[in-house]
């Protein structure tokens, strides 16, 4: 009788095990691909990123807001000529 208790018990334990590991081993299967994917990404960005086109964008954007900024400072330059108190600007 108690025999027969202790094999179930273990019996149990062991289907649970083998429940855990099979988990285990998809889960971590997923993070491996997750990991993967994501070095893949990051190779992905850089050669975009090194790109003579993406590059002019980059220049051209920035272009831009350097033109805004010297606009506005003009504009803050031609009328706040007696104030103290400045239009603030944000070369973002």
């Known amino acids: ?3 027969d208790q202790n ?3 273990l019996t ?13 081993k998809l ?4 993070e491996d ?4 994917l994501s070095q893949m990404a990051a190779g992905a960005k850089v050669i975009h990123q090194n ?3 993406t590059k002019l964008q980059i220049a051209e954007k920035e272009s831009y807001k350097q033109e805004k900024f010297d606009y506005l400072k ?5 009328y706040n000529t007696g104030e103290k108190k400045a ?3 944000n070369r973002n």
């Not at 149990?12 to 855990?20: I, S």
């Not at 003009?74 to 031609?78: G, R, V």
Request: charged letters at 40%; aromatic letters at 0%; a negative charge.
């Open 51 to 53: 790109k003579l086109e």
């Open 33 to 36: 691909r997750s990991k993967e």
């Open 87 to 89: 239009i603030p600007v």
């Open 1 to 3: 009788m108690k025999d």
């Open 74 to 78: 003009s504009l803050q330059a031609k």
């Open 12 to 24: 149990d334990n062991l289907n649970e095990l083998k429940r855990t590991n099979g988990v285990d």
């Open 27 to 30: 889960i971590e299967a997923v």
């Open 7 to 9: 094999l179930i018990e």
